[in-house]
């Protein structure tokens, strides 16, 4: 059985049977080409689906089916190793840092202690069911009005008072809960 250009999108067993004639080849072909034998098994995958999404552009009387599956994989690869070689790049430059001199550190270390009621707060308010904590965040640490917490979320603003109401009552014993936006 021959590929039939457009067959391979609308028939399940001729998929299977072009899969099966060609799973092999294509394990091969990627095999030589990487050596971590997850990505071959993922690359492969994603030949397969590459092949279903582009039957259609088959055309038998420019070549095999095998020598157009060949230039799907080639694709794929291809397209892989560009993805790979931006994350590699921005995991470069994400991570590149550059030495910090004494007065960086010392202005790093009085940030991080003047938020440390923030982090407290953050770490109280983890207990308190989302929408409770997201209204509670921007009124308290952020310093909105309810209302425009509210909008911020994309509730109303009744529904944003009912729960500042419910996250200040749950951690009334913490002084920063009180304070806020009195706008």
Do not use: C
């Not at 552009?57 to 892989?80: F, H």
């Not at 407290?120 to 909105?144: I, K, S, Y």
């Amino acid at each position: 059985m021959r590929l039939k250009r457009g067959k391979l999108a609308t028939d399940p067993v001729a998929f299977e049977a072009f899969y099966r004639r060609h799973i092999d080849a294509v394990t091969r072909f990627l095999s030589r080409r990487v050596d971590d034998p997850h990505t071959v098994a993922d690359l492969a995958a994603d030949v397969f689906l590459a092949v279903f999404d582009s039957a259609h552009t088959y055309r038998p009387g420019k070549g095999s089916e095998i020598a157009w599956l060949y230039g799907v994989a080639r694709n794929t690869l291809s397209s892989e190793r560009r993805r790979a070689l931006r994350e590699s790049q921005l995991t470069y430059r994400v991570s590149g840092r550059r030495p910090l001199d004494s007065d960086d550190v010392s202005r790093l270390e009085e940030q991080i202690d003047a938020e440390q009621p923030a982090r407290a707060a953050f770490e109280a308010m983890a207990g308190l069911p989302d929408g409770e904590r997201a209204v509670l965040e921007l009124v308290v640490l952020e310093q909105l009005t309810p209302s425009e917490a509210a909008m911020a979320l994309g509730i109303r603003p009744g529904t944003a008072m009912v729960r500042l109401h419910r996250a200040r009552k749950a951690l009334r014993d913490l002084p920063f809960v009180m304070e806020g936006n009195p706008r």
